[in-house]
Nanobody, 124 residues
């Protein structure tokens, strides 16, 4: 079992930056691949980024590539999402997810554990 708690969301102007954190419980955090997803009102939950258990491999949605960076600190049981050059279309609730797998999934059903989400609002 893994419990995930996101933090770091907020209101930011277009072009600004935010850093999201996801703190995980459990002593086996380092064996989980981690992902970030987002969901805007009236839209389906979509993939943002994922990182392997070791941190050596990462995957990004085309819409955030070059602007967002996913990273993890296994000693702190935390995964991060650094978001730069934010756009109004990045506005959504951002969710952290975990799965005990080697593959970096890009679909919600690829992940077994989810946080409660944190709101990110980008004003124009």
């Amino acid at each position: 079992q893994v419990q995930l708690v996101e933090s770091g969301g907020g209101l930011v102007q277009a072009g600004g930056s935010l850093r999201l954190s996801c703190a995980a419980s459990g002593r086996t955090f380092s064996s989980y691949a981690m992902g970030w997803f987002r969901q805007a009102p009236g839209k389906e939950r979509e993939f943002v980024a994922a990182i392997s258990w070791s941190g050596r491999a990462a995957k990004y949605a085309d819409s955030v590539k070059g602007r967002f960076t996913i990273s993890r600190d296994n000693a702190e049981n935390t995964v991060y999402l650094q978001m730069n050059s934010l756009k109004p279309e990045d506005t959504a609730v951002y969710y952290c997810a975990a799965v005990a797998a080697l593959r970096l999934g890009v679909k919600p059903y690829d992940y077994d554990y989810w946080g409660q989400g944190t709101q990110v609002t980008v004003s124009s």
